[in-house]
């Protein structure tokens, strides 16, 4: 039974934008509501890096580099986070990973493919 089910990603030219969707289909409101969750990133060659999530179901934190430029938000009827990408750089190239995180256990999805051309 899937925990986390991702949708999203793409090819775009630079200055596009993209949407990335995770639903917990298995996740009970409570646990949503105060579990860590959202986004992190791999580029070639490079380590899984945070790029949004939010802290304790509340307080988002974003990673320097797409502040600005990438907004999370969450939907607690549909138990559900989305990461909208604005004003996207060849750099944002990478696979996106959907996680979750409550009381010390992590979940991961299985990674969305982002593309920006210059």
């Known amino acids: 039974q899937l925990r986390l089910v991702e949708s999203g990603g793409g090819l775009v030219q630079a200055g596009g934008s993209l949407t990335l969707s995770c639903r917990f289909p298995?996740?009970?409101?409570?646990?949503?509501?105060?579990?860590?969750m959202g986004w992190y990133r791999q580029a070639p060659g490079k380590d899984r890096e945070l790029v949004a999530v939010f802290t304790g179901g509340r307080t988002p934190n974003y990673a320097d580099s797409v502040k600005g430029r990438f907004t999370i938000s969450k939907d607690n009827n549909r138990r559900s986070v989305s990461l909208q990408m604005n004003n996207l750089r060849p750099e944002d190239t990478a696979v996106y990973y959907c996680?979750?995180?409550?009381?010390?256990?992590?979940?991961w999805g299985q990674g969305t493919q982002v593309t920006v051309s210059s």
């Open positions: 996680m979750k995180d409550y009381q010390g256990q992590t979940n």
């Open positions: 298995t996740t009970i409101l409570s646990t949503f509501l105060s579990q860590d």
